[in-house]
């Protein structure tokens, strides 16, 4: 199923830090002159400039998502792998034996889908050892370079035991102001999956986590702002105000949301473990994609009719699967 490409969400999104901010580069350079601990850099519209790599928002995007699955749901695999409709999220310093297993077993037509269907709800999102990730978050650059605000602080690593100073003192560089621009792209999703994103960027705006160094301390807070969401079924066509899906005779009036599962036949979608009946209506229309071929729905701007829009469909999505597990 995953060789096709049969949905696609893509949110622009704005980051706007509250405070100080630093992701540090990693390493320490020759010149005295810099702080112990630098903003990562790159080349970015001719000139060296400070981003937010997309491998960093990723990993806090990812490590709030799975806090999220573990709290309603589970944080293990089920004792019977094979229960339906059970929410977990993996430890990802764990092995685990039963995707090992999966892994190393041969002449299986059907490993691919049982690797999928029997990872966590969060892996099926990410990625693990055995599939691939569907999420793919670019790196954040900032819009104006020239607005940017960035300073040095002092610091000092207190010792546990004895409350004196174990290492310092050390100076940091931090970005106070600006903003910084990336994507996100979502392939072959279902909603309750647009649903979740949808409510760790909300939880990012609140300041429930933070991004980069020294979180704990008041780094990394950060400003969410939603400036489009578009959703692409590339499969289809518009007609009559119906969106139909191409080589088969499956329709939808132009005014639906779809997760992947209803592009599927029914043995495909049982064995992947995706809902059949993942349908939201919204007030948004779909139109055709450039060269009339494919159909996207979209949602502009930051407010109750922009992508907020898009979340709460996807996210009343979310609550089914949480019902589900409570029955």
Not at 13 to 36: F, M, Q, R, W, Y
Not at 115 to 121: H, W
Not at 261 to 268: A, R, S, T
Request: glycine share 8%; aromatic share 8%.
């Amino acid at each position: 199923m995953h060789k096709r490409f049969v949905n696609n969400c893509t949110i622009d999104l704005t980051l706007l830090p509250c405070g100080p901010i630093l992701i540090k580069s990693g390493k320490e350079g020759a010149d005295p002159t810099k702080p112990d601990m630098e903003f990562v850099e790159t080349y970015h519209q001719g000139g060296r400039s400070i981003y937010l790599p997309g491998s960093s928002l990723k990993g806090a995007i990812r490590a709030h998502a799975e806090r999220i699955v573990r709290t309603v749901g589970r944080d293990s695999r089920p004792d019977n792998s094979n229960k339906p409709n059970v929410l977990w999220a993996s430890d990802p310093l764990k092995k685990d034996e039963e995707l090992e297993k999966l892994s190393n077993s041969k002449n299986d037509p059907k490993k691919s889908k049982k690797i999928y269907s029997q990872s966590s709800f969060t892996d099926q999102m990410f990625g693990n050892v055995a599939i691939a990730s569907r999420v793919r978050i670019e790196d954040a650059y900032p819009i104006d370079s020239k607005q940017l605000k960035i300073e040095e602080r002092n610091g000092v690593a207190i010792d546990r035991v004895f409350g004196s100073v174990a290492v310092g003192p050390f100076n940091y560089q931090v970005c106070t102001a600006g903003e910084f621009r990336t994507k996100i792209h979502l392939k072959n999703f279902s909603l309750a999956q647009l649903g979740l994103i949808g409510l760790v960027l909300r939880d990012l705006d609140d300041g429930w986590f933070g991004l980069g160094f020294a979180k704990s301390r008041g780094l990394g807070m950060v400003k969410v702002k939603l400036n489009s969401a578009v959703v692409q079924y590339p499969g289809c066509i518009l007609e009559n105000k119906q969106i139909r899906s191409l080589g088969s005779k499956q329709e939808w009036p132009h005014n639906r949301l779809l997760g992947a599962g209803v592009f599927l036949e029914k043995q495909e979608r049982e064995d992947y473990g995706f809902p059949d009946n993942d349908i939201q209506e919204t007030p948004i229309r779909a139109e055709s994609m450039p060269l009339n071929f494919g159909v996207q729905l979209q949602w502009q701007g930051n407010d109750e009719t922009g992508v907020p829009n898009l979340f709460q469909y996807a996210v009343s999505s979310w609550r089914k699967v949480l019902e589900g597990v409570a029955k």
